[in-house]
T-cell receptor
Framework: DAGVIQSPRHEVTEMGQEVTLRCKPISGHNSLFWYRQTMMRGLELLIYFNNNVPIDDSGMPEDRFSAKMPNASFSTLKIQPSEPRDSAVYFC???????????FGQGTRLTVV | AQTVTQSQPEMSVQEAETVTLSCTYDTSENNYYLFWYKQPPSRQMILVIRQEAYKQQNATENRFSVNFQKAAKSFSLKISDSQLGDTAMYFCAFMRNNAGNMLTFGGGTRLMVKP
């Protein structure tokens, strides 16, 4: 299995632009997570999907952030408009559910200038 | 809400020696899981070891073992025979019952293994 695949690996964009991060979970996994990693706040959960349905989005920082999971093999995290404080590494992770560990993608390093 | 605290921002150890990374957590739950993840410079998050709270026996994975003290809410990671490839950030993480697989992470400990 190829693992969780995220794209792009690096993204540099100008303030105010729309940014879309993409994730393909491991086949057969029914839980998907988006995490954000910053020096100041560490690793934070942004949103959790189960069977393509958003279950907990309490970690989404504000309305500029939105996430979708149109099917079991694809999810997006969109920031519109982007701001410099959104600069971070964004991780997607998936799991089979239950008491199993999450498998992480390699992350997308976002830089907003 | 759960909190996870790693009190050692940075640690170093000589190659082949043993090092212990500390983690404490705060929860009112009785059933939960604890994890240690490793993040090398490649940025990939890699599961090192997991512990079920209902199990009294400490988990072990090759050179990695934990000391789980449920009453003290402590979950330390011991790395034996440290190798240069163990150099990485290590994150302690908590997963509570009936909350999907959502993880709450500690702030991390940067471990440097010196030759």
């Amino acid at each position: 299995d190829a693992g969780v695949i995220q794209s792009p690996r690096h993204e540099v964009t100008e303030m105010g632009q729309e940014v879309t991060l993409r994730c393909k979970p491991i086949s057969g996994h029914n839980s998907l997570f988006w995490y954000r990693q910053t020096m100041m706040r560490g690793l934070e959960l942004l949103i959790y999907f189960n069977n393509n349905v958003p279950i907990d989005d309490s970690g989404m920082p504000e309305d500029r952030f939105s996430a979708k999971m149109p099917n079991a093999s694809f999810s997006t995290l969109k920031i519109q408009p982007s701001e410099p404080r959104d600069s971070a590494v964004y991780f997607c992770a998936s799991s089979v559910g239950g008491w199993t560990e999450a498998f992480f993608g390699q992350g997308t390093r976002l830089t907003v200038v | 809400a759960q909190t996870v605290t790693q009190s050692q921002p940075e640690m170093s150890v000589q190659e082949a020696e043993t090092v212990t990374l500390s983690c404490t957590y705060d929860t009112s739950e009785n059933n939960y899981y604890l994890f240690w993840y490793k993040q090398p410079p490649s940025r990939q998050m890699i599961l090192v070891i997991r512990q079920e709270a209902y199990k009294q026996q400490n988990a072990t994975e090759n050179r990695f073992s934990v000391n789980f003290q449920k009453a003290a809410k402590s979950f330390s990671l011991k790395i034996s025979d440290s190798q240069l490839g163990d150099t990485a950030m290590y994150f302690c993480a908590f997963m509570r019952n009936n909350a999907g697989n959502m993880l709450t992470f500690g702030g991390g400990t940067r471990l440097m293994v010196k030759p």
